[in-house]
């Protein structure tokens, strides 16, 4: 009896084990736009008819917003271990590792870049825009120069948290000269849903910091 009446009491006793409070409310702020001005007039055009050079050109452009004034023949040369040719890539993870290093530029100025290639992050994209600062975005297999983002911000109801979705991206293909309008490619987000827009398999951001002649170990 009183083992029944113990089981009828646990029963009846209000259930707050394993269930998770709650986040609160997320808010859509959409329609929310960062973008680089005069990119296009900043972008070279890739000397060579290669995919390693459309990349090299932006990679020079990424470079050139951080203060190193290296060209893409420089840029090129490293990553291609020589003067070569490349019609497509599908090494760009690779690339990203060979821009790597510690670096000395005209003047003495002494240089440490690192760069890395990743999947597409939009908190970390919209970011980098804001503080002037363009990425190279591979979509379809190619490489492009992002300079600008269509999103949505989800705000939460505390304010202590958000999260983007990338509605268009704007980007500028290297490989065409600066007076073709087909230079400028605008991709757009098909549907509602949340997810990344498809086709971008890969974003690539660097970083430069300054080194004095302490700081680099001699080899």
């Known amino acids: 009896m009183h083992r029944l009446v113990l089981i009828l009491l646990l029963l009846t006793l209000p259930v707050t084990a394993g269930k998770k409070k709650s986040m609160g409310a997320l808010y859509r702020k959409p329609g929310q736009k960062v973008e680089i001005a005069n990119a296009s007039a900043s972008l070279a055009h890739a000397h060579k008819k290669c995919e390693n050079y459309a990349w090299a050109a932006i990679v020079e452009t990424m470079m050139h917003a951080q203060q190193v004034g290296l060209k893409q023949e420089d840029w ?3 990553t291609s ?5 490349f019609p497509s890539l599908d090494d760009y993870a690779q690339r990203a590792d060979a821009l790597a290093g510690d670096y000395t530029l005209d003047g003495g100025r002494k240089v440490r870049i690192q760069a890395g290639y990743a999947a597409p992050q939009p ?14 975005l591979v979509w379809e297999g ?4 992002l300079y600008g983002i269509v999103y949505d911000e989800l705000i939460h109801s505390s304010g202590k948290a958000n999260d983007f979705v990338i509605r268009e991206l704007h980007l500028l293909d290297a490989a065409l000269p600066a007076d073709d309008p087909k230079r400028l ?3 757009k987000k098909d549907g509602d849903d949340d997810a990344m827009i498809t086709g971008v398999s890969g974003v690539m951001s660097l970083s430069v910091e300054e ?4 700081d680099i170990p001699i080899k």
């Open 76 to 78: 090129a040369v490293r």
């Open 81 to 85: 271990n020589g003067d070569r040719c």
């Open 123 to 136: 908190s970390a994209m919209i970011y980098s825009l804001r503080v002037g600062r363009p990425l190279m």
């Open 142 to 145: 190619r490489p492009y120069l």
């Open 185 to 187: 490619v605008v991709v």
């Open 211 to 214: 080194r004095n002649f302490y």
